[in-house]
């Protein structure tokens, strides 16, 4: 079991910046790859971020690429998602996810909804223009 609490999110002005953070507990976080992913009013859940147990590999999609970064403490138990250069279109619930189950591969970073099996509970963002 593996629980997921994200925290971060907020209003801010187009330009601006944010930085999500997750807190996991529960199964060990090590070896457990980690996503981003964002849901706008009305619109499907998007991938936004992921990254590999190690931190070796990260994805972004096309839209957020240069602008957000994705990093992970494995000794923390966290993994953020540094957001720069906010646009409106921007504004979304934003939720991070693990893995269904842990690997043993450093570059295993999954883009798919179907790879993760734990979410948070999802946090705010809300760029104004």
């Known amino acids: 079991q593996v629980q997921l609490v994200e925290s971060g999110g907020g209003l801010v002005q187009a330009g601006g910046s944010l930085r999500l953070s997750c807190a996991a507990s529960g199964r060990t976080f090590m070896r457990y790859p980690m996503g981003w992913f964002r849901q706008a009013p009305g619109q499907e859940r998007e991938f936004v971020a992921a990254i590999s147990w190690s931190g070796v590999m990260t994805r972004y999609t096309d839209s957020v690429r240069v602008r957000f970064t994705i990093s992970r403490d494995n000794a923390k138990n966290t993994v953020s998602l540094q957001m720069s250069s906010l646009r409106p279109e921007d504004t979304a619930v934003y939720f991070c996810?693990?893995?269904?189950?842990?690997?043993?591969?450093?570059?295993?970073?999954?883009?798919?909804?179907?790879?993760?099996?734990?979410w948070g509970q999802g946090t705010q963002v809300t760029v104004s223009s």
């Open positions: 996810a693990a893995t269904r189950d842990p690997s043993q591969q450093e570059f295993y970073a999954p883009t798919s909804t179907d790879a993760y099996g734990y």
